[in-house]
């Protein structure tokens, strides 16, 4: 028997090709670029988010400290001025306490200038000049402004020691 035509059944308008590499349904078993990006993204994101946290925390850190520094600055500076001022204090303190045992022992002229013997106590005759003059204007009861003053030391029983000549102020 000669072999009989094949009957059509809309096979003969059939296209055979091959088949593409990408389905176009998107269901081919692998990843698409947008599904791979969410998944880095999501594990990635507690390591990027504990570096951030950790460089935010370094700034404030380091901001504090710089604000701490700066106070602690700002105190030292105070505190140096506070003692500064009573190391002042305290030496305007002592001289005032050494002038005030400056005392006139005696007065009197030689060769046209006025002598004054002082006892000075545990002052000098070059911090407690202008108190020597002071006191001297008291006892020769007149202005001594521009004078000469011949000064000695009292020694008390012994002979007064020679000190040297002062102009008044």
């Not at 999501?42 to 604000?67: C, G, I, N, T």
């Not at 505190?79 to 001022?85: H, L, S």
């Not at 106590?121 to 202005?143: D, H, K, T």
């Amino acid at each position: 028997m000669p072999p009989q035509p094949l009957k059509d059944n809309g096979w003969s308008e059939l296209d055979f090709r091959r088949p593409s590499r990408h389905r176009r349904d998107g269901n081919d078993g692998s990843l698409s670029p947008t599904a791979i990006a969410i998944l880095v993204a999501v594990l990635l994101f507690p390591w990027y988010q504990w570096w951030v946290h950790a460089q935010l925390d370094k700034r404030a850190m380091a901001k504090a400290l710089a604000e701490m520094n700066a106070q602690a600055q700002r105190e030292l500076a105070a505190a140096r001025e506070q003692q500064v001022d009573a190391a002042r204090r305290a030496q305007a303190q002592s001289l005032e306490s050494r002038l005030s045992t400056v005392r006139i022992a005696g007065t009197g002229t030689a060769s046209g200038i006025r002598l004054v013997i002082v006892d000075f106590g545990a002052s000098n005759l070059a911090e407690a000049r202008e108190r020597v003059c002071s006191l001297a204007e008291r006892q020769f009861r007149e202005s001594l402004s521009g004078e000469a003053l011949r000064v000695q030391a009292s020694q008390g029983r012994r002979p007064a020691r020679e000190l040297g000549v002062v102009r008044c102020p």
